[in-house]
């Protein structure tokens, strides 16, 4: 344990001060002798004479007292300007006492330990001092103790001081732990005040509270959100974790269901394959293996095989020396098999085995699987000449070295599918090791550099390089932007595109290099880089701030990033805050944007100089994390993320969810079709549905639109019976179909509906996996929101062909069962308000109008149908206008191009039109 020094000081001076702050000088209280008076620089300072590993002062000559004078009562928080010494992490901590009043210097009740301060606080006068901060030590800066989230004393946040109006003066006391620890003042500022370094250095009051803003909707997101598993989560070092299946038109992922999620203790641990069929989005989910207990790392790794089959594999983390895998033959997935890599690997294995990737090289007939695996848990791969059907061991990629840590690195790959592998990776585990970022690839049996030269001439034995072998792509301590340096790096995807180019998403933890342990102590902020080979040097672009970790053991889980795997210039991150605030070649100290994590694309024009965003997911009402993009074409895109809550990695609330887009696709407005008892039905007998004030039966509640919402288990535990409403088609077509309910506000609000086109396929919706429905979706005026309490959302079930016009049955049902639970029927906060069925036709594009320009020469404009921009947010819809004279061997000739949809129409003038006439055509342009 580190020495500590426990500053407690008694100050009896009266101090006054108008407003909403009091500063203290801190050498102007009663000091105990082991506190001594320092100047230098023109300041005035407290520091200890002595070390004290304890967790209280222990004596009386280590405290301060101070007699402090409030202006008004009320409830504050507690500031300190201070200096951690050279010592850095052995020179960062004091006491404070818990509230007012004298002490027992050795009660441990009455003191709060403030510990890591080496990296917080404000310097700059304008920062507003609210957080962690992150200035480091060798500095004087000011530090918010009430919200400081590092501070090792496990108390609920803020810390506050409340003042009563008969007792404006206060005792309050403080007490030394580390001799390099410098005080130069202390300030109490008005809780939820806005402080800047500024304000508190002359003792002024605080900025007002904002008042909070009126309720927004909340899950709004760009596009049209598909709900693929109502129950999963993965890790991120396990890929291909979805994949598309171009000739059978499914789109096939994997996950791993959470005890504290939908469904409960029976999808606890399951690893689970969705198939989802691209023609009707309809998902159809299978259980592969309960073999583990829930661990997000246990998520499997897809390949289509050139058969048309599936292989899933998949293995536990660090449980045994197997990976296991099933076969997809097109109907069912096969038996499990495993693959033993203790009876493989020549002289057996040490180490158990974690994660799986498997990629297809068609020029040697060879699908590889990288694990983790044995010598301090190296990347190993087995290799297979028959698609996956059997499996010999081939070979290791690094060789680990003594005193690494956990592990030898961490690796993600990228394959072309022909002749090369790419991967970057790290030295260690990021808590174990200042870890940078390096990039390889393998090829026709041997390992590279970036550049080309030769690693390792044969990857299939075990005589190995180490990772920092490899081309270095980020290094450990870079400084970017300025006052920025980056530690411990980790890796999030990375991509090799057809022109050589290179790119990849890394994050790091910002001005913070001390590991602390497992499970992790220190929480230290993030920033995101993105990385790319121009095909003669990598260069790193700032992105944003990553943000702090997900969950309290892990100090590097962030929300990590994908790359388009089309398009080099196109990423995806995860975070809070919002990188279009970010200034180049500042300092980023903007404050999260968002209290949960939002997905957001950018795209660079410039090679990655800079990047313009665009929010995929907003003010949602839980975390977006983890998106990934599979291969797929260039008129398609999908994206998949998990949404939710995250406990850990053994524990989550999440559902896996995404977009899915064709951009020769144009979406129609939505039109909504009032669910009622004229067009809902009983499922199981056809009877048309009755409504009553009876237990476990559909209820009438006024309100919502056409003024009716069926609603069960609103206030009570029940379970109404399954019903099922018919919606009329006007013509024939392909129709996107979604459910409307209803969602409100609140922590504990989880309100949901089950819906699907037949019985036995239906999905559980929650409002926290759907999306706010919106005015500018739909051709009529709609009710969306009660007073901004509930709103109304959007279950998207999925998509239905008509050959002519006719109806459409969509099964409706509660599920009243509480979360985490099997079968526990709860009411009120799993309710279901069920109020109607909305449609759109999936429309391709045309002319619609052609019309002379009033008040011109003969201008014509043309119009034709697309899809608005906050429909779409994957594809961006171009469009060329072209003219010809005949339709006879015609010479079609660009007019227009470049075209940017406008919304569900846009137009071209045709200025100079010919005299004669013309025929128009409107095409995508790529």
């Known amino acids: 344990m580190k020495p500590t020094l426990i500053l407690a000081c008694t100050l009896c001076l009266v101090i006054k001060a108008a407003g909403a702050s009091v500063k203290i000088e801190a050498e102007s209280g009663t000091l105990g002798s082991r506190v001594a008076v320092g100047m230098a620089g023109g300041i005035t300072y407290i520091y200890p004479l002595d070390n004290n590993t304890s967790y209280v002062p222990g004596t009386s000559n280590r405290v301060v007292t101070y007699q402090i004078q409030f202006p008004e009562p009320g409830v504050y928080e507690l500031y300190a300007r201070v200096y951690v010494g050279s010592n850095s992490w052995n020179d960062d901590s004091f006491l404070v006492a818990n509230g007012f009043g004298a002490k027992s210097p050795t ?69 030394t732990r580390e001799d390099g620890f410098n005080i130069d003042a202390l300030a109490f500022g008005t809780a939820g005040y806005i402080f800047t370094v500024a304000d508190l250095e002359a003792g002024r009051d605080g900025t007002p509270p904002v008042p ?54 029976p999808r606890n641990g399951a690893i ?49 020396m197997f990976s296991y895998y099933r076969i997809y033959d097109g109907f069912s997935w096969l038996p499990e098999q495993g693959f033993d890599w203790n009876a493989n690997i020549p002289g057996g294995c040490v180490n158990t085995v974690t994660y799986s990737n498997p990629y297809f090289l068609a020029a040697e007939n060879r699908l590889y699987n990288f694990a983790r695996c044995d010598d301090y848990r190296s990347p190993h791969f087995m290799i297979s000449t028959n698609f996956g059907d059997t499996w010999a061991f081939g070979g290791q990629i690094v060789t680990g070295t003594a005193g690494v840590g956990y592990n030898s690195g961490y690796f993600k790959y990228s394959c072309n599918g022909i002749d090369r592998i790419d991967f970057i990776c790290t030295e260690a585990h990021p808590r174990d090791v200042q870890t940078s970022i390096y990039h390889g690839y393998i090829s026709n049996g041997m390992s590279f550099r970036t550049d080309g030269t030769v690693v390792d001439t044969n990857i299939f034995d075990q005589i190995c390089p180490i990772a920092s072998d490899f081309q270095l792509v980020f290094s450990n301590a ?36 001390a590991s602390g342990g497992y499970p992790d102590t220190v929480d230290p902020n993030h920033s995101f880089f993105y990385c790319r080979y121009d095909g003669t040097n990598w260069r790193a672009t700032y992105l944003c701030q990553a943000g702090h970790k997900l969950y309290s053991d892990e100090a590097d889980y962030v929300g990590l990033g994908c790359v388009d795997p089309h398009d080099p210039n196109v990423i995806y991150i995860s975070t809070r805050y919002d990188p279009r605030e970010v200034k180049p070649d500042q300092t980023d100290t903007n404050p999260p944007a968002f209290q949960f994590r939002e997905i957001w694309k950018g795209v660079t024009t410039n090679g990655g100089l800079t990047f313009t965003w665009t929010a995929i997911t907003y003010n949602s009402m839980c975390d977006n994390a983890r998106p990934i993009m599979p291969a797929w074409d260039p008129f398609h895109r999908a994206l998949l993320w998990w949404r939710g809550k995250y406990f850990s990695a053994h524990s989550y609330d999440t559902a896996i969810v995404g977009l899915i887009e064709n951009v020769t696709e144009i979406m129609t407005p939505l039109i909504y079709v009032d669910a009622s008892t004229n067009n809902t039905f009983l499922a199981a007998t056809g009877e048309q549905l009755w409504l009553s004030d009876q237990p476990s039966q ?144 999936v429309d391709s594009l045309r002319i619609v109008k052609a019309e002379l320009v009033p008040g011109t020469p003969g201008q014509l404009k043309i119009t034709w149908n697309s899809t608005p921009p906050h429909r779409s947010s994957l594809v961006t819809q171009r469009f060329a206008v072209q003219r010809t004279s005949s339709l006879v061997n015609p010479e079609w000739v660009t007019i227009g191009n470049d075209i940017v949809s406008e919304g569900y129409t846009t137009s071209f003038i045709d200025t100079n039109p010919p005299s004669l006439g013309a025929f128009y055509r409107v095409v995508f342009q790529q």
């Open 478 to 513: 870079t400084v970017m932007p300025p006052g920025m340096t980056n530690y411990r790096c980790w890796n999030s995807d990375v991509r090799r595109y057809p022109d050589g180019t290179i790119v990849c998403i890394i994050h790091a933890r910002i001005n913070q290099f």
């Open 272 to 320: 689970e394959a969705v198939i989802c069929d691209l023609h009707t989005r309809v998902c159809n989910r299978s259980v592969l293996s309960t073999r583990f207990g829930c661990d997000d790392h246990n998520a499997p790794a897809f390949f289509v095989r050139p058969d048309g089959k599936y292989i899933a594999i998949y293995a536990g983390h660090n449980n045994d």
């Open 698 to 841: 559909w209820h009438l509640r006024t309100g919502g639109n056409g003024n009716t919402i069926l609603a069960s288990a609103d206030f009570v535990a029940e379970d109404a019976p399954l019903i099922k409403t018919l919606v009329f088609l006007p013509s024939a077509g392909i129709y996107d179909i979604w459910v409307n309910f209803w969602g409100t506000f609140g922590s504990s609000a989880d309100w949901r509906i089950k819906a699907g086109f037949s019985t036995n396929q239906m999905q559980i919706y929650r409002q926290g996996s759907c999306q706010i429905a919106r005015p500018e979706d739909y051709t009529a005026p709609l009710v969306f929101t009660n007073n901004l309490t509930n709103f109304l959302y959007l279950a998207y079930v999925g998509r239905v062909t008509l050959s002519e016009p006719g109806p459409v049955e969509v099964f409706i049902d509660d599920y009243p069962v509480q979360t985490g639970t099997a079968s526990t029927l709860v009411g009120g906060s799993a309710r279901t308000w069920y109020d109607g069925i909305s449609y759109a036709l």
């Open 212 to 265: 909070p803003p009126e309720p927004k909707p909340g899950n709004y997101v760009t596009g049209n959100l598909i709900l693929f598993n109502d129950n999963g989560g993965w890790c991120w070092y396990q890929d291909e974790r979805a994949v598309i299946d171009v000739g059978g038109n499914k789109l096939v992922t994997g996950s791993v269901g959470s005890g504290a999620g939908t469904g409960g203790s």
């Open 107 to 175: 009660n441990t009740a009455d003191w709060i330990l403030m510990n890591n301060l080496a990296i917080a606080g404000y310097t700059n006068s304008a920062d507003v001092v609210d957080g962690n901060g992150a200035a480091g030590w060798g500095v004087w800066k000011w530090v918010n103790l009430s919200r400081f989230t590092n501070a090792g004393h496990g108390r609920s946040l803020p810390i506050l001081f409340e003042v009563p109006a008969t007792q404006l003066i206060q005792i309050f006391q403080m007490g």
